[in-house]
């Protein structure tokens, strides 16, 4: 039950977290952004670990993790919030629909995994089909949204290098220590990293924005990261990414319907292409596990 009840809600915050990006970056810019929400962040997960009597382990598995951890949080992050001034937000949750993929392709290199059949192949091209077809829409809005959508690709390699180097570093630490021990490594870079290339606060921001960030730090990165890491503990890394065959739908017809961004045919096309090629790759995965079952 803990399981089902944790997918839902990363489905949830998985749908949302991309609009909110987009609103809290508009006015302060999206290093401020960033930055404050990993404040929030690391002082809530900070509470959070206080309440629930957790020691944080520093033993070089647990170390190991963190910093694999610490790749989502900062450097995959960091790159969709830089992504999102370029793009629409439903496109966020639609690229990062390719996790499963790429994480099933880095499993294959890395944990040794059998994961380059012939279904895999055929979704690998339908994902690719669909990862062009958005290209030629970004065509259509302007060069600076196909650098947004590199830039969302990058924070979705980056996520799923992450994912699989914590299955293989397999350090067996709660998802809360996890989380925390990767926040205490970013903050440090992010508070630098927003020194150096920004370093002005905003002198207004908007109760949007405001709220947007929030949000983000108070609710989907201290519980966000953790349900996902818990996930991860109890799942397989391919398992764990099945949330985007759901999210991106959402994320869609949320950015379209409170936003008012566009919905045209090629965006819907794409989208669809991704979708169809994350379903291959979960019903070939299931089909091959019930054939080796027998």
């Not at 192949?121 to 947004?148: D, K, N, P, R």
């Not at 292409?273 to 054939?291: N, P």
Request: with cysteine; aromatic share 10%; glycine share 8%.
């Amino acid at each position: 039950m803990r399981i089902y009840l944790a997918y839902i809600s990363i489905v949830l915050l998985w749908a949302t977290t991309p609009l909110a990006i987009k609103w809290s970056g508009e006015g302060p810019g999206f290093l401020f952004a960033v930055t404050s929400r990993m404040a929030i962040g690391t002082v809530c997960i900070l509470l959070m670990l206080g309440l629930s009597k957790q020691r944080l382990p520093w033993h070089r598995k647990a170390l190991k993790t963190y910093l694999a951890v610490a790749v989502q949080i900062y450097a995959s992050m960091l790159a969709v919030y830089w992504a999102a001034q370029f793009i629409p937000s439903g496109w966020i949750s639609v690229l990062f629909g390719l996790l499963p993929l790429m994480m099933a392709l880095l499993a294959a290199i890395w944990l040794g995994e059998r994961s380059l059949t012939i279904g895999n192949l055929l979704a690998y091209i339908l994902g690719i089909s669909g990862l062009w077809t958005l290209f030629g829409s970004a065509l259509q809005i302007g060069h600076a949204a196909v650098l947004g959508i590199i830039g969302v690709l990058v924070s979705t390699l980056l996520q799923a290098v992450s994912s699989v180097w914590v299955k293989r570093i397999d350090a067996e630490i709660p998802a809360l220590s996890q989380v925390t021990g990767g926040l205490l490594l970013s903050l440090p870079l992010y508070l630098m990293t927003w020194a150096v290339f920004d370093g002005h606060w905003p002198t207004e921001i908007s109760p949007i924005s405001l709220a947007a960030i929030v949000y983000l730090g108070a609710i989907a990165t201290t519980f966000g990261f953790v349900l996902y890491y818990y996930l991860l503990l109890k799942q397989s890394a391919s398992q764990v990414a099945l949330v985007t065959l759901v999210s991106p739908v959402m994320a869609l017809l949320l950015g379209h319907a409170v936003n008012h961004e566009p919905l045209t045919i090629k965006v819907v096309t794409g989208t669809l292409l991704i979708l169809g090629a994350l379903l291959v790759h979960v019903l070939f995965d299931r089909l091959t596990g019930s054939r080796q079952a027998r």
